[in-house]
């Protein structure tokens, strides 16, 4: 800033900045207050000094006609800086009945009293955070009130447009059979799959997530997150889609985690059946603790240590060793007991082949990263599943969506396109 200009603020605020000048924090917190007022001021002048959308006398209308300009209607706009006033060309078709206002498409103003700058500092704080605590922060950040209902609708909208164009995505793909280019080349590449849920009006739902990892050139782990509450064929397409930016056809080698549920082996089958397909180390260990507690009890060290053979058995690829084990142990229970030995020992022969773990370590795999699970619960429980969360469909798909562009890196690409005025 011209210094000129940091002389005349000095100047002018001075004594109220020698008040404080001994405190450090009062005194940050007083040029904040300054600035909010200088830029407020500025951008209502900048605002003033605008066309604000005045195109001529008449625009183009959609039905043949012209719309005429009538005059320069107000708008209350909320800001990082407060409230200001937007005087706005507005035009009429006296053919069909329609109406316009430029400004409001062309600025990203919408249809809404937030600006895209405060809207986007919402949205960005709501990802992470209900709405109401989004709105005391706001407050905190800014000293701008904003109810936590605004919040609700401004994400919403804004989720719905990134909601939107992941959709638009898929079915431009259906259309022109274009696979996306990729943007990274991983010499190993992970794609996890795995199934939670959120607590809707109408009860629980399933939603499917996934998350894509490789190693980058510096040795740090890099990430990116589909999930949906679509049907399994729909979320393989995204999942196969996000893979393929990620450097799915350019790999050396790709391997595939999940817990072995049919929906996950099924999408496997269709789209990545050249991976090598890891059972998730995580989920098998709660297999085999489930079945443990149900055998010998919650807690008992004899659990534990039923549960600690078979693991160290599985950890060396002994599928085979375990399951003669587990086909002796059934002759010991009866009841709901048998059933779930019954239960673990066919989740072991179905996915024997995905279980070599000691194949799988030789060769330097991950497989008991928890990667799936850790989708599940960063994707989704983090904001969906909060203390006494209930959602609409509306609400949770389009927070999701939210959460998704933020993760993935995508935040101010969706901004550019102006989400607001969609």
């Given at each position: 800033?011209?210094?000129?200009?940091?002389?005349?603020?000095?100047?002018?605020?001075?004594?109220?900045?020698?008040?404080?000048?001994?405190?450090?924090?009062?005194?940050?917190?007083?040029?904040?207050?300054?600035?909010?007022?200088?830029?407020?001021?500025?951008?209502?002048?900048?605002?003033d000094s605008e066309?604000?959308?005045?195109?001529?006398?008449?625009?183009?209308?959609?039905?043949?006609?012209?719309?005429?300009?009538?005059?320069?209607?107000?708008?209350?706009?909320?800001?990082?800086?407060?409230?200001?006033?937007?005087?706005?060309?507005?035009?009429?078709?006296?053919?069909?009945?329609?109406?316009?206002?430029?400004?409001?498409?062309?600025?990203?103003?919408?249809?809404?009293?937030?600006?895209?700058?405060?809207?986007?500092?919402?949205?960005?704080?709501?990802?992470?955070?209900?709405?109401?605590?989004?709105?005391?922060?706001?407050?905190?950040?800014?000293?701008?009130?904003?109810?936590?209902?605004?919040?609700?609708?401004?994400?919403?909208?804004?989720?719905?447009?990134?909601?939107?164009q992941q959709k638009?995505?898929?079915?431009?793909f259906f259309e022109?059979?274009?696979?996306?280019?990729?943007?990274?080349?991983?010499?190993?590449?992970?794609?996890?799959?795995?199934?939670?849920?959120?607590?809707?009006?109408?009860?629980?739902?399933?939603?499917?997530?996934?998350?894509?990892?490789?190693?980058?050139?510096?040795?740090?782990?890099?990430?990116?997150?589909?999930?949906?509450?679509?049907?399994?064929?729909?979320?393989?397409?995204?999942?196969?889609?996000?893979?393929?930016?990620?450097?799915?056809?350019?790999?050396?080698?790709?391997?595939?985690?999940?817990?072995?549920?049919?929906?996950?082996?099924?999408?496997?089958?269709?789209?990545?059946?050249?991976?090598?397909?890891?059972?998730?180390?995580?989920?098998?260990?709660?297999?085999?603790?489930?079945?443990?507690?149900?055998?010998?009890?919650?807690?008992?060290?004899?659990?534990?240590?039923?549960?600690?053979?078979?693991?160290?058995?599985?950890?060396?690829?002994?599928?085979?060793?375990?399951?003669?084990?587990?086909?002796?142990?059934?002759?010991?229970?009866?009841?709901?007991?048998?059933?779930?030995?019954?239960?673990?020992?066919?989740?072991?022969?179905?996915?024997?082949?995905?279980?070599?773990?000691?194949?799988?370590?030789?060769?330097?795999?991950?497989?008991?990263?928890?990667?799936?699970?850790?989708?599940?619960?960063?994707?989704?429980?983090?904001?969906?599943?909060?203390?006494?969360?209930?959602?609409?469909?509306?609400?949770?798909?389009?927070?999701?969506?939210?959460?998704?562009?933020?993760?993935?890196?995508?935040?101010?690409?969706?901004?550019?396109?102006?989400?607001?005025?969609?």
């Open positions: 800033m011209d210094t000129q200009i940091i002389d005349q603020l000095q100047v002018f605020f001075g004594e109220e900045f020698r008040l404080v000048q001994h405190d450090l924090g009062k005194m940050e917190q007083l040029v904040q207050q300054k600035m909010q007022l200088l830029g407020q001021g500025l951008l209502q002048r900048l605002v066309t604000n959308g005045y195109q001529g006398s008449s625009i183009p209308c959609g039905c043949g006609g012209s719309m005429e300009f009538v005059q320069h209607r107000s708008r209350d706009v909320h800001t990082l800086f407060g409230w200001i006033k937007v005087e706005r060309a507005y035009y009429y078709c006296p053919d069909c009945g329609n109406s316009a206002v430029p400004y409001d498409t062309a600025s990203g103003l919408g249809s809404g009293q937030l600006s895209p700058g405060l809207a986007k500092a919402c949205c960005v704080l709501a990802v992470d955070d209900s709405f109401r605590q989004t709105s005391q922060k706001i407050e905190n950040l800014f000293g701008e009130k904003v109810s936590d209902n605004t919040v609700e609708r401004v994400v919403q909208q804004v989720g719905s447009v990134a909601l939107g638009e995505q898929l079915e431009e022109h059979k274009e696979i996306p280019p990729a943007v990274v080349s991983p010499d190993r590449l992970y794609i996890a799959a795995d199934g939670t849920t959120a607590h809707e009006v109408d009860g629980w739902h399933e939603v499917k997530t996934g998350s894509i990892y490789w190693q980058d050139k510096d040795f740090r782990i890099d990430k990116r997150y589909v999930a949906c509450f679509d049907n399994s064929q729909a979320f393989g397409w995204q999942l196969w889609l996000e893979a393929c930016r990620c450097g799915l056809r350019e790999a050396k080698e790709v391997v595939y985690l999940g817990d072995g549920a049919g929906w996950v082996r099924s999408q496997y089958e269709e789209h990545f059946s050249k991976a090598t397909f890891i059972i998730d180390w995580y989920h098998l260990e709660e297999h085999v603790w489930n079945c443990g507690k149900l055998l010998l009890g919650e807690g008992t060290k004899a659990t534990a240590r039923w549960a600690a053979k078979v693991l160290a058995e599985l950890w060396e690829g002994w599928t085979r060793k375990v399951l003669d084990y587990l086909t002796r142990q059934r002759k010991r229970y009866r009841g709901s007991k048998r059933e779930a030995i019954d239960d673990l020992y066919h989740y072991i022969s179905v996915n024997e082949e995905q279980m070599r773990y000691d194949v799988f370590r030789s060769k330097g795999y991950q497989i008991g990263s928890g990667a799936a699970e850790g989708a599940c619960k960063s994707v989704v429980g983090k904001r969906l599943k909060q203390s006494g969360m209930i959602w609409t469909r509306l609400g949770s798909s389009s927070v999701l969506a939210l959460r998704l562009v933020w993760l993935n890196g995508r935040w101010e690409q969706l901004w550019t396109a102006k989400p607001l005025a969609a």
